[in-house]
Nanobody, 116 residues
Framework: QVQLVESGGGLVQPGGSLRLSCVGS????????MGWYRQAPGKQRELVAG???????NYGDSVKGRFTISRDNAKNTVYLQMNSLKPEDTAVYYC??????????WGQGTQVTVSS
C-alpha cells in the first residue's frame, strides 16, 4: 500500500505560480504511474496531469502549456508546477498513485485558491 501526502497549496493571485508536492511511502514508488487530479465545488474530479513510471507525461486540455508534472523517484516525490494561474484553477488538488485497478491510491488533497 502507498500513502501519499500533498503539500504546497495556498492562496495565489491570478497570473501567479505555485508548486505542489506529493510524497509517497514505500520502496516501490518508482513503478507507479502518478497523477494530479482536481475537484472544484459542484464539479467532478478531473485529471490535471499524469506521469508514467518511465516519465511519459499527459495533461488536461485546460492546463496544457501552463502546468508541468515531474517526478523524483529518489525522493519518492511527484511535483506539479503551476504557472499563469487562473481563478478557474481553484480546486482541491489530489495526488494519485496507480499500478493496477486494485492498487490505486489517493492523497488527502490540498486546496489551491486563485483570487485577487
Amino acid at each position: 500500500q502507498v500513502q501519499l501526502v500533498e503539500s504546497g497549496g495556498g492562496l495565489v493571485q491570478p497570473g501567479g505560480s505555485l508548486r505542489l508536492s506529493c510524497v509517497g511511502s514505500g520502496s516501490t514508488f518508482s513503478i507507479y504511474s502518478m497523477g494530479w487530479y482536481r475537484q472544484a465545488p459542484g464539479k467532478q474530479r478531473e485529471l490535471v496531469a499524469g506521469i508514467s513510471s518511465v516519465g511519459i507525461t499527459n495533461y488536461g486540455d485546460s492546463v496544457k502549456g501552463r502546468f508541468t508534472i515531474s517526478r523524483d523517484n529518489a525522493k519518492n516525490t511527484v511535483y506539479l508546477q503551476m504557472n499563469s494561474l487562473k481563478p478557474e484553477d481553484t480546486a482541491v488538488y489530489y495526488c494519485n498513485a496507480r499500478l493496477t485497478l486494485a492498487q490505486n491510491y489517493w492523497g488527502q488533497g490540498t486546496q489551491v485558491t486563485v483570487s485577487s
